[in-house]
């Protein structure tokens, strides 16, 4: 089984930048994809960002590209969602998430298999 801890979410004035980081364990780091996805009170769940097992290939969604980058170090088996320019419609609880390399799409939140806590970010106006 696979564990994931997101950490670094927080408030912050709008225009601001936050960084996430979510540590993996339990399983070989490398043969996953990893993403980051968000939920709103009232939304479903949606994706914000993608990167492949190396980290070699890179998927957003639209209404974050541009602004948030993400990254993942396989030697430290850590993912990480650089936040930039934020607004308050960014405001969500968000969550990392793993799959296996070569399975579903990057951006279907059903695909994956393991899921962190959570953490919250607030963007205020």
């Known amino acids: 089984q696979v564990q994931l801890v997101e950490s670094g979410g927080g408030l912050v004035q709008a225009g601001g930048s936050l960084r996430l980081s979510c540590a993996a364990s339990g399983g070989t780091f490398s043969t996953y994809d990893m993403g980051w996805f968000r939920q709103a009170p009232g939304k479903e769940r949606e994706a914000v960002a993608a990167v492949s097992r190396s980290g070699g290939f890179t998927y957003y969604a639209e209404s974050v590209k541009g602004r948030f980058t993400i990254s993942r170090d396989n030697a430290k088996n850590t993912v990480y969602l650089q936040m930039n320019s934020l607004k308050p419609e960014d405001t969500a609880v968000y969550y990392c998430?793993?799959?296996?390399?070569?399975?579903?799409?990057?951006?279907?939140?059903?695909?994956?298999?393991?899921w962190g806590q959570g953490t919250q970010v607030t963007v205020s106006s």
């Open positions: 998430a793993a799959k296996r390399a070569f399975t579903g799409f990057m951006l279907v939140p059903g695909d994956y298999d393991y």
